[in-house]
């Protein structure tokens, strides 16, 4: 296949795969069932509830946290010019995962842990950007800035932890760190989705133009690029996405590394096809990975654990092609 | 059309000036050389004739117009920059890199157009590399990837074309290719400024030189006045001998002592 033809079947491949997911279950529906469910159809009232209020809110949500945060990782991986980044690298985990622990110890509500771990995530990345640009907005500074802000929310997420009733409240904690969308209902998808839209969109239009920040500094406002703006413009849409989907989500690794690197092996590093094809395999390959998660054992098993122990395998070999490719390591 | 800069000045660290009252112009349809020893001062007064940094004292003017009051967007379509090296952490092709060159015409939330696709593919023509428009920019040589940055300045559209050291780490024929290449495009009407480390590139391929030394221009003018062992001994601080004075090919070297 060319590589925009490829482009196009990534970016429509979650539709077959969510379609399939609807159908799956330990409640298994046919697809006559679901097409019936999801067109107001003919069909018995408990099926229609299944599909509509459990199953596409959930596979919903995994559609837009995965092409969150493979968005965000490729566009990071160009922005600063390391392809080992991804979305969360500026503190934006550390933060939703203090927020949401703090919700948990404060005001277990859902909407609440939702609210709080976004909020973190923000303010996790805020912080990390106002020291990167107090010290000129480098890429190596804000990368360090984000280490240090990671390691300090870390600390205190440590505290918050420590203080937690350990028969209450730490294994909530706990479960929420591990990641998963096991508790996702149709409320807790328009914030996420109100987000996504916004941010989706703004770098699906500027996608060519994320080219540009892959230079230089200097070469990029050679070209008439006012750098700086630009790259804090991205990073702030880019927490946006990542904010988003983790505050739902809980901690998901792994999906904004490997999936820019697919889709890049696949149709090139050109923005102009890698956003979509990106966007559109992690949205698919986090409803695979979360029917996995629903349907492999009787008891849920955690997305952040299945997600890390596919991902270490296959980030090995991406690391050894990796090597390959540029003749060792630099 | 004229590129022009008056009484520049730049200090890095307050006091230790690299620049100091720099004046210099480039017209269009004209190759000017900038020599001079490391730190003298060359490629801190390319930055700041492409507007990529700010003088402290002095300015650049396009025409009648300071190079400050443009717009990024604005000076990117008047001059281009070509740096010396270029290390993309992805595998672009060279077409996709040329491409980048139309920056300035593609606005935040829109793709390049026909026109600029278009653009891309006359710039890679016009320096022979129409058969290297998928070539993966890791695969091309160090020759090949300057032309291919040449190209992209091209494609920028504009009036001047200014080049960081295109002959450094590049064999004799690489350094030919590319000098002769921006010199066909001189001949087309692009004003063209280079900073090198090459004497000879200089009495090859320059109409004019300017000779930096310790932040100042020592000399500027015709190859064959300022390329020469007088004003070159006060540059670099060596003894040097003119070979093959006269008609033909003419070259200078250092004087073995």
């Known amino acids: 296949m060319t590589r925009p033809r490829l482009t196009w079947a990534f970016l429509l491949l979650p539709l077959p795969v969510a379609f399939a997911a609807l159908m799956v279950g330990r409640y298994p529906i046919a697809p006559g069932e679901v097409f019936a469910a999801l067109t107001g159809g003919e069909v018995a ?27 965000a990782g490729a566009v990071y991986q160009g922005v600063f010019r390391n392809p080992l980044v991804e979305g969360r690298l500026l503190g934006v985990s550390s933060g939703a995962g203090l927020g949401a622990a703090l919700a948990l110890l404060l005001y277990p509500q859902p909407g609440v842990i939702q609210a709080l771990a976004f909020a973190g ?68 998808l328009l914030p996420l989705g109100l987000a996504s839209g916004v941010g989706l969109t703004f770098f699906l239009l500027a996608r060519w133009r994320l080219n540009l920040l892959t230079l230089a500094d200097q070469e990029g406002e050679a070209l008439g690029v006012r750098v700086r703006p630009m790259r804090f413009l991205v990073v702030g849409m880019g927490t946006l996405l990542v904010a988003s989907a983790v505050s739902v989500s809980g901690m998901v690794g792994w999906v904004g590394l ?6 890049r092996a696949a149709v090139g590093p050109d923005y102009a096809r890698l956003l979509p094809a990106a966007a559109g395999l992690g949205a698919a390959l986090v409803v695979v990975l979360d029917t996995m998660a629903r349907t492999l054992l009787t008891a849920e098993i955690p997305l952040g654990v299945l997600t890390g122990l596919l991902g270490a395998p296959l980030f090995l070999v991406l690391f050894l092609r990796f090597l390959r490719e540029r003749g060792g390591w630099r | 059309m004229r590129l022009w800069a008056e009484g520049l000045a730049y200090a890095y660290v307050p006091g230790r000036p690299v620049l100091q009252g720099v004046s210099l112009e480039i017209r269009s349809g004209e190759t000017v050389f900038l020599l001079g020893p490391n730190g003298s001062g060359k490629t801190t007064f390319l930055d700041c004739l492409g507007g990529l940094r700010a003088p402290q004292k002095g300015a650049v003017s396009l025409d009648d117009r300071p190079l400050a009051a443009f717009s990024p967007r604005q000076r990117a379509r008047a001059v281009g920059y070509v740096p010396q090296f270029h290390e993309p952490p992805f595998n672009f092709t060279a077409w996709e890199v040329v491409l980048m060159g139309r920056a300035p015409y593609v606005r935040l939330l829109s793709q390049p157009s026909a026109n600029d696709r278009r653009a891309a593919d006359e710039a890679l023509g016009e320096l022979g590399l129409d058969g290297f428009r998928s070539r993966p920019y890791y695969t091309l040589s160090g ?41 066909e495009l001189v001949r087309g009407g692009l004003g063209v400024a280079v900073t090198s480390h ?28 300022v390329v020469s062992p007088g004003p070159l001994e006060r540059a670099y601080g060596i003894p040097f001998v003119v070979v093959g004075d006269g008609a033909g090919p003419r070259a200078v070297l250092p004087a073995l002592t």
């Open chain 1, 45 to 71: 009232e408990i099926v229609r509830q299944l599909i509509l209020r459990i199953r596409l809110p959930r596979i919903g949500a995994a559609a837009l946290v995965g092409a969150n945060l493979a968005v």
């Open chain 2, 143 to 183: 020759g090949e990837r300057r032309l291919v940055l040449v190209a992209r300045g091209l494609a920028q559209g504009a009036a001047f074309l200014l080049l960081d050291e295109p002959d450094a780490h590049l064999d004799p024929a690489n350094q030919h290719r590319v000098l002769q290449a921006t010199g």
């Open chain 1, 258 to 263: 490997l999936v820019p690197h697919a889709a």
């Open chain 1, 121 to 188: 995530g923000v303010v996790g990345v805020g912080l990390t950007a106002l020291l990167g640009w107090a010290f000129g907005a480098g890429v190596l500074v804000l990368v360090i800035a984000g280490v240090l802000v990671d390691s300090f929310l870390s600390a205190v997420l440590g505290i918050v932890k420590y203080t937690a009733d350990p028969l209450g409240t730490l294994p909530a904690i706990t479960y929420w760190l591990l990641g998963g969308l096991g508790s996702v209902r149709v409320h807790d």
């Open chain 2, 198 to 225: 090459s004497p000879n590139n200089a009495l090859l391929y320059a109409d004019r030189v300017a000779l930096f030394a310790h932040g100042q221009i020592l000399t500027q003018g015709d190859p064959h006045d």
